[in-house]
């Protein structure tokens, strides 16, 4: 099964600041990765899918890039409400893996 | 708006069965894949099983295959996820969660989830 790494495990920047996120695989998985934002105490939410595509209602400060194996979301200015753990997952074969997450923290 | 409500969580011992539900509204059921989706405590997610808007083809993780089975009534818009052999390494919370049309494994909408603890 293909693994997905993510990092940082955590990242911790202040309200106004750009985020970086990093998903790396461990096989190609073409542009078929999608990001989840989960906060604390609910389900995950659809963020980006495709690499690039923002989900129905999902902010236009977040944003997704890369393709093959090396993938990145991008939060362009971060807002007291995106604390969470960001996750990415692939749909490229079964089983659709996730990674183990980035913890964002807001100073 | 789409709704997904999980039901059936429980504490159950090792060696138990379990039924989770997961009661749909707000589309149409039976032209959506629909999928399980488990979160061990403070852990990351795991895709459990899906299942074809029909029913006819389903998946499931090697981690559940023989033991967990995904089903679906469209007459009732309801998923069911038959749980059996439960082993401590599957308390987790269950979610139900819809598949994007087309994308065969990205997720759009989730329900809040229920909690399954194994345990003697």
């Known amino acids: 099964e293909i693994v997905l790494t993510q990092s940082p495990a955590t990242l911790s920047l202040s309200p106004g600041e750009r985020a970086t996120l990093s998903c790396r695989a461990s096989?190609?998985?073409?542009?078929?990765l999608a990001w989840y934002q989960q906060k604390p105490g609910q389900a995950p939410r659809l963020l980006i899918y495709?690499?690039?595509k923002r989900a129905t209602g999902i902010p236009a400060r977040f944003s997704g890039s890369g393709s093959g194996t090396d993938f990145t979301l991008t939060i362009s200015s971060l807002e007291p409400e995106d604390l969470a753990v960001y996750y990415c997952?692939?749909?490229?074969?079964?089983?659709?893996?996730f990674g183990l997450g980035t913890k964002l923290e807001i100073k | 708006e789409v709704q997904l409500l999980e039901s059936g969580g429980a504490l159950v011992q090792p060696g138990g069965s379990l039924r989770l539900s997961c009661a749909a509204s707000?589309?149409?059921?039976?032209?959506?894949?629909m999928s399980w989706v488990r979160q061990a405590p403070g852990k990351g997610l795991e895709w459990v099983s899906g299942?074809?808007?029909?029913?006819?083809?389903?998946y499931s993780a090697d981690s559940v295959k023989g033991r967990f089975t995904i089903s679906r009534d469209n007459s009732k818009n309801t998923l069911y996820l038959q749980m059996n052999s439960l082993r401590a390494e599957d308390t987790a919370v269950y979610y139900c969660?819809?598949?994007?049309?087309?994308?065969?494994?990205?997720?759009?909408?989730w329900g809040q989830g229920t909690l399954v603890t194994v345990s003697s």
């Open positions: 096989q190609s998985v073409s542009s078929y």
């Open positions: 495709d690499a690039s």
């Open positions: 707000g589309f149409t059921f039976n032209t959506y894949a």
């Open positions: 299942i074809s808007g029909s029913g006819g083809t389903t």
């Open positions: 997952q692939h749909r490229s074969n079964w089983p659709p893996t």
């Open positions: 969660a819809r598949v994007v049309p087309g994308s065969l494994y990205y997720l759009n909408y």
